[in-house]
């Protein structure tokens, strides 16, 4: 009886082996270069052996291939045996991002988006929040929160992050006055915490004064997956499998962490609620605009928008701590390597102070300044947070330059990594020079060889929040500090293969000295 098993389920892998080999060949037909990927995962950044066994990052994986290659416009890789086509050329992805966007609406394919459809409490959190959400509950979401990022509110929160950026400032003089050098991670890293508790939660995450802080150790958990968060994804996607973790109410997504989340989101809404204040943060805008299109009678579901305010408020706050405190920390790094960029930065800083009424730039003045605009948007280009942003195909699409319709259905990959360090596009890529985000370098330049924060209707919705952070933060320390590197400071790190982000594994130190 177990003989007879194996030789079915011996047959049956070998017959299902060469009905994707059959697949596979479609790319070399058409003239696409491609990677055949390992049986049964495939080759894509996601889904590669070595990412899967913690081995590498999977945007460095990513952009390895693209790299491998010679930086082909397009090519294909396997996810799960199915074909994928990973989009290297900032004209191929305006054409996807925006000119043709109403087959691409979807972050995700259909062969994995099951995933997504976990009853429990954890997953519908997941699968309702505007990153996963798809078609036409995506573009309702989408109208309904986009109006809470605007330069005019932002300008209503610029106060709480002002008060964040002081105790950045407190913290680092502690650090000076100790001489000791400073953790650009982990400072960094309290910032985004407070900035974005503040002003999405009005709560103070104390990050500065508590160093197991509860709220810092569950964020940063959401971007990270260790061998049971493989596993569990691996079970799930067995036939039945999300069905069955669902009987057993074990959520496919991380379920402490996300339920920690939720729950201080609802506490807040129901405080606000309860004693009627108001601070006019994200979550008071976010009630705003679910109550307007209740007026307006776009949705009468009030389950499905309060559930939706929930999943969003969760996704602000996981997608806005940690790619804003990297990008912090990594262009501090980048400045204290690069003493020339940091002296440019440091006169345009002073310059703007000496125009400043008001012990704080206010919102016009630091998203004003060209040089820090220029020095944020380096940092990205060499180390996007997303190395990968995917799209799924909901219509059938007649792929242009190839003869070859995409199926409905299939996962496009935008290696953004692969674009930013194309030596076509950004000669000498791996130098750090803001140079090249001057007016006349950009005007010389596809608008879509920069993706660090995606492009078109679906881009990244706290592209402004970001930025007016990240700015307001590296103008407060530069005013203050010189950055140098010391005998403690890597000369180059790798990337931790834990992280979904282009995170660095190593500790990025440095010293400062007191202007
Ligand atoms: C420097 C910091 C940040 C970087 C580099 C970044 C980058 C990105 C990228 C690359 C995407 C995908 C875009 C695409 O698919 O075209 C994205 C999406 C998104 N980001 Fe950000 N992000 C940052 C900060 C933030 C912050 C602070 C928030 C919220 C306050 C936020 C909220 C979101 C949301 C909700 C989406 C999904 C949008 C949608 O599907 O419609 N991000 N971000």
New binding site residues.
């Given amino acids: 009886m177990l003989f007879e098993l194996l030789l079915l389920i011996g047959t049956l892998t070998v017959l299902y082996y060469f009905h994707l080999k059959r697949k596979w060949t479609l790319w070399e037909k058409k003239g696409v270069p491609f990677i055949p990927g390992t049986f049964p995962f495939g080759s894509t950044a996601v889904f590669n052996w070595d990412v899967v066994l913690g081995r590498k990052n999977f945007n460095q994986m990513a952009l390895e291939q693209a790299s491998s290659l010679g930086f082909p416009k397009v090519f294909g890789v396997y996810d799960f045996g199915t074909p994928l086509l990973v989009v290297n050329d900032p004209e191929i992805a305006k054409q996807v991002?925006v000119k043709d966007f109403d087959h691409f609406v979807n972050?995700q394919g259909d062969a994995l988006a099951f995933l997504l459809e976990g009853k429990t409490e954890v997953d519908q959190a997941w699968g309702k929040?505007?990153?996963s959400?798809r078609g036409e509950e995506?573009k309702h979401?989408?109208m309904t929160?986009t109006p809470i990022?605007t330069g005019g509110k932002l300008k209503g929160m610029i106060h709480f992050i002002h008060q964040v950026t002081d105790e950045l400032i407190k913290s680092l003089d502690a650090c000076v006055a100790k001489d000791q050098p400073v953790n650009l991670k982990d400072k960094f890293g309290n910032m985004s915490m407070d900035a974005?508790s503040s002003c999405?939660f009005g709560l103070n995450a104390n990050s500065f004064n508590d160093k197991n802080s509860t709220n810092k150790r569950h964020a940063r958990r959401i971007f990270r997956n260790s061998g049971k968060d493989f596993f569990k994804l691996f079970c799930a996607m067995m036939p039945g499998g999300v069905k069955l973790m669902e009987l057993m109410n074990i959520p496919v997504m991380k379920g402490p962490e996300t339920e920690f989340f939720l729950k201080i989101i609802r506490d807040t809404i129901a405080h606000r609620l309860l004693t009627k204040t108001r601070r006019n943060d994200?979550v008071d805008l976010m009630i705003d605009a679910m109550n307007e299109n209740r007026t307006k009678g776009a949705r009468e579901d009030q389950d499905s928008d309060e559930l939706s305010i929930g999943a969003?408020a969760l996704?602000?706050l996981v997608?806005?701590y940690d790619?804003?405190a990297?990008?912090m920390a990594l262009t501090s790094y980048y400045l204290a390597k690069n003493p020339d960029c940091q002296e440019k930065l440091y006169q345009e800083i002073m310059d703007a102070v000496s125009e400043m009424d008001d012990e704080h730039p206010d919102y016009n003045l630091v998203q004003g300044l060209p040089y820090l605009d220029m020095v944020v948007h380096e940092t990205?280009r060499i180390m996007?947070?997303?190395g990968v942003?995917?799209?799924g195909c909901s219509k059938d699409y007649p792929f242009p330059g190839i003869d070859y319709v995409i199926p409905k259905g299939t996962e496009l990959h935008i290696y953004?990594g692969g674009i930013h360090m194309n030596p076509d596009i950004y000669p000498d890529p791996e130098k750090f020079d803001p140079e090249r985000f001057s007016k006349e370098a950009k005007a010389e330049r596809h608008p879509y060889a920069f993706?660090?924060?995606?492009?078109?209707?679906?881009?990244?919705?706290?592209?402004r929040?970001?930025?007016l952070?990240?700015k307001l933060a590296l103008f407060a320390t530069l005013r203050k500090y010189k950055l140098k590197t010391c005998p403690e400071t890597v000369e180059a790190f790798t990337l931790d293969p834990s992280a979904i982000l282009s995170n660095p594994k190593e500790d990025l130190l440095i010293k400062l000295e007191a202007r």
Avoid: D, K, N
Avoid at 451 to 463: A, E
């Fill in positions: 991002m972050r929040q505007i990153t959400l995506w979401s989408r929160f990022f974005i999405a994200l969003t996704v602000i997608a806005g790619t804003t990297q990008t990205l996007p947070a997303l942003i995917t799209r953004v993706l660090g924060f995606g492009q078109g209707p679906r881009s990244c919705i706290g592209m929040f970001a930025l952070e990240a």
